[in-house]
């Protein structure tokens, strides 16, 4: 089992920047696999990502994610071709398509047909880093422009044709279209319990391309904390989640809120979802159920986490990312070296296969 941790996040302004650049400094060290940069309308994905590879030797390095909406195609390849060099190699590109409310209010695109979207931009930049001529004629992306003195060229960087390309995706038709054109995918709202919910989509996807399940790198996780106070880890865990049932997307489109639908939980995200969008925040983060909580993360004693470990492994899952927590920098180093070590101890038991 690998591991993987996140940096950034919507509202991230690079406060304790030196910290958490130490922090993945560490983690490069101590053995996890994959640091992951996100955005949304604070620091980009980009920029803190060219920086960590400078200070880090071996840890792989992800857009988590990019939005494609900020970005066209041909520039996101040639982003990501650049990145791959600084980094010796060590990049992963990781897209997503966002949502309504930051594509439409920050970027001033539209947000319909994310889907189609999202597929030809796959295909355009995988024109690019293959050092192909980038011209397209899709139903949302054409190259060159037509009418003009547009012509189509080719990236000058030298090909990357083996660069992955790892998509963040929740419903169903997008999920089977990670299966068929990506290397790995980036999930959410992810319960092993329920892992059919997007395994199955992912599975008919790979079919479709004639690929093994063996081909797609599944990452996904959550908070990791050991201890034998199981309620105050679940308490201070509930925001969170209340926010992502409520708050993360629209009163009409919340992707994430769709998915623990789909997964059972239809009830209690319609309540959550609806109390936090009446503004009634303390009421929501009360009706977040504790078995939510403990289904998505690796808390609660050690028996209690290598016992979920064993559940993410049956599940499919390749990667968990952990999110780590303390009073400072050095309590979530300290965790994360924990969680390392628990995850690499309990997989050291598995059987071979």
Known sequence: MKTAIGI??????????????????????????????AEAWGMDAVVPLAYIAARTQRITL???????SARVPAMIAMTAQSLATVSN???????????????????GASFAHPLGRLRECVD????GINSERMQYHGKHYELPRPGGEGKAIRLSQPPRPNLPIYLATLGPKSLEMTGEVANGWIGTSF??????????????????????????DIQVGGSFEISDDV????????????????????????FYNDAFRRAGYEDAAIEVQGLWVEGKKDAAIRAVPDEMVLKTNLIGTEDMVRARLRAYRDAGVNTLRLS?????????????????????????EWPQV
Do not use: C
């Open 124 to 127: 355009i930049i995988r024109l």
């Open 89 to 107: 190699n060590r990049f992963v590109l990781g897209l997503g398509v966002s949502g309504p409310q930051v594509v439409e209010g920050l970027h």
């Open 231 to 254: 309620e105050r880890l679940v308490a201070a865990r509930k925001p969170a989640m209340a926010f992502t049932l409520g708050g993360m997307g629209s009163a009409d489109t919340n």
């Open 62 to 68: 992800g857009t988590g994610i990019i939005q494609i």
């Open 8 to 37: 950034g996040s919507a509202y991230y302004n690079g406060e304790d920047w030196d910290q958490l650049v130490d922090y993945t400094v560490e983690a490069d060290r101590i053995g996890v696999d994959h640091v992951w940069s």
């Open 191 to 216: 319960m092993p319990e329920q892992a059919d919910v997007f395994m199955d989509h992912l599975r008919k996807g790979l079919a479709n391309s004639g690929r093994p399940m063996s081909d797609l």
């Open 324 to 348: 780590t927590t303390g009073s400072d920098w050095k309590a979530r180093t300290n965790s994360l070296a924990e969680a390392v070590d628990l995850i690499k101890r309990e997989s050291d």
